[in-house]
């Protein structure tokens, strides 16, 4: 089969089942419903309305900081796709036909690549829409400037989506290389929701170490991005100390075709059953 049908045959699969919309739907809810509450407290707080000695935020950070929450907290919607595009195949054997149609394993793991991009793409724009929406609409109620007419904030939108697609890439090569579906997803989601998370908090007690956790992946795509809801300093108004969002954007990148490099040469041309 050639790779445009091998990239239609992979687009139907993703597109035949409930897993793609389902997983948007949970992303819409869960970053615009983080986006709407951190917007409105975060526009209070700008504004002096929260009672008590709650710290005033610079407005002019606020922006960023929210608009970003879709890949700050989203970013688990991508990879988790990602890795289910090759684990689900794996799990109930539609690979092994796949395989048999298309011999060049690469062919096919070049097709899923390609029909990644598209939901990569596909979930940054839902991810996008879900946190400017409700917080640029708290914003404004408040009187708080939004910044949707800036450059830089559509540069930082188009950044984001860029990371959206190569956390799905991350995604394939992580499903490609564990396999087990169970495995992938409990690794993903534990690596991302308490490995990670705990390795920037504990950061700052130790001495040296910011220069190594910036380029865990996650840390990375937030430095692609160019603004997170995890970096207090850039939310208070200050620099940060992240890495530059190019540098970022290779090291996210990097990641991703190592492991897909791993997957490839120790698990992709193995039997399937």
Do not use: C
Not at 147 to 155: F, H, I, N, R, V
Not at 169 to 188: C, K, M, S
């Amino acid at each position: 089969m050639s790779l445009v049908g091998t990239v239609k045959s992979e687009t139907t699969k993703q597109f035949s089942t409930s897993t793609w919309w389902i997983l948007a739907i949970v992303l819409v809810v869960y970053v615009g419903s983080t986006a709407a509450a951190l917007g409105f407290f975060f526009a209070a707080s700008s504004t002096g309305a929260l009672p008590g000695n709650a710290p005033q935020l610079p407005a002019d950070s606020l922006p960023p900081q929210l608009y970003s929450l879709a890949t700050a907290i989203g970013y688990v919607f991508p990879l988790l796709i990602g890795t289910l595009m090759v684990t689900t195949e794996i799990r109930h054997q539609t690979l092994t036909p796949t395989f048999l149609a298309t011999p060049q394993r690469s062919r096919v793991l070049g097709a899923k690549l390609i029909v990644g991009a598209g939901l990569g793409v596909l979930y940054g724009v839902v991810g996008i829409a879900a946190s400017v929406g409700p917080s640029a609409a708290m914003l404004a109620l408040q009187g708080v400037a939004t910044q949707l007419g800036d450059s830089d904030t559509w540069a930082m939108v188009g950044r984001m989506v860029v990371a959206f697609v190569l956390w799905v890439f991350i995604g394939i090569a992580v499903g490609a290389l564990v396999r087990n579906q169970i495995v992938a997803i409990v690794g993903v989601l534990v690596f991302t929701q308490f490995i990670e998370p705990i390795a920037r908090t504990l950061v700052t007690f130790i001495e040296g170490a910011a220069d190594v956790v910036r380029f865990l992946p996650g840390a990375a795509s937030d430095a692609l991005v160019g603004a997170s809801i995890f970096d207090a300093e850039a939310l208070m108004g200050g620099g940060g100390s992240a890495l530059e969002w190019w540098a970022g954007g290779l090291v996210l990148l990097a990641i991703a075709a190592v492991l897909m490099v791993l997957a490839y040469l120790f698990s992709w041309r193995r039997d399937v059953a």
